[in-house]
């Protein structure tokens, strides 16, 4: 299961979170199975993961600054599959965000100083700017996680093949973990604990990234993703 919008009025919202504020190293990640490849911006935090068509069905990032496309994705997602995107953030004087598609690197792009929020503002999933929305995500999302860290390739590459985020084994503690599995399934498992409020009533998707048990339930569930 997942949840799915309908790419015009539906998405959910954590409202203004300063924890989730880029003053410091933080990771992002998710999984989305969208049916257009139209502009979308899946997960605002602020401006970040802004993501907007970039040549044949392939994706770029938005500056968090809002002036330029700094990354293009060089892995062409095909509508109506499961794929992960991720992007961590080293801060630093300047620091770096890299962005990953499928749990690969796939470029890098240069942030301001240590320091300083720049994605102030409501935390949105499946939607930009909650004032005006726009930039609708059609299609199913499902993991939605922030972490306190800057996650190497190798974590990344977990979470993409589908580790679960609370599994200590290869992840920190997240700040705000939401699974969605359905519609009823807005509480974030991480250490903010940040309630989602769904705009529009989206409805539950028939399917979902499947992800593996955590330590503590001694069972590992392989899971095959096909592009």
Known sequence: MAIALNGSTQYATAGDVAGLEVVGNQSYSFFIKSTSSADMRPVSLGPLFALSPFGAGSFAILNPDSTAWELADSTTYTPGTWLHFGMTFAIGAPGVGTFYCGGVADGTMVLGAAGTPFNTGAKTIGAYNPGTP??????????????????????????????????TTYFSAPLDYWPLLTTADLASLGTLASTLTLVGSPSTASTHPTVDAPPSANVFIPRVVIF
């Open 134 to 167: 726009e930039g609708f995500l059609l299609g199913d999302i499902g993991q939605v996680c922030v972490w306190p860290v800057t996650l190497d390739a190798t974590a990344m590459a977990h979470a993409a093949a589908g580790r679960n985020p609370m599994n």
